[in-house]
């Protein structure tokens, strides 16, 4: 299994971007799949996660920082899945890793997922 994330960059605060993350050797829509964020000298943290399809429709998490402002979204016939980031903050600079988990609950503990992508790298400048 192999997950490609890519789309990172640099924005301004108050922007927008979407990054992606592509799946080989495993179908998302049939696991759990999460974000994560790691900023420089912190460890990983939660940002989103979206369950597998069959459970409850495909229910979605997110991390009290991001709420209201990033969607996490899945592309079945593409078999990748989009975090779409609004209203950025410097706070949200970090590197972001995609991952999938063995269960098809969403969850908050990357110890719950057993693939990780290699990461895209996100600036938001002030």
């Known amino acids: 299994v192999q997950l490609q994330a890519c789309g990172g960059g640099l924005v301004q605060a108050g922007g927008s971007l979407r990054i992606s993350c592509a799946a080989s050797g495993r179908t998302f829509s049939d696991y759990a799949v999460g974000w994560f964020r790691q900023a420089p000298g912190k460890e990983r943290d939660f940002v989103a996660a979206?369950?597998?399809?069959?459970?409850?429709?495909?229910?979605?998490y997110y991390a009290d920082s991001v709420k209201g402002r990033f969607t996490i979204s899945r592309d079945n016939a593409k078999n990748t899945v989009y975090l779409q980031m609004n209203s950025l903050k410097p706070e949200d600079t970090a590197v972001y890793y995609c991952a999938s988990s063995r269960s098809i609950t969403g969850s908050r503990s990357l110890d719950a997922y057993d693939y990780w992508g290699q990461g895209t790298q996100l600036t938001v400048s002030s």
């Open positions: 979206l369950a597998a399809i069959t459970w409850s429709g495909g229910r979605t």
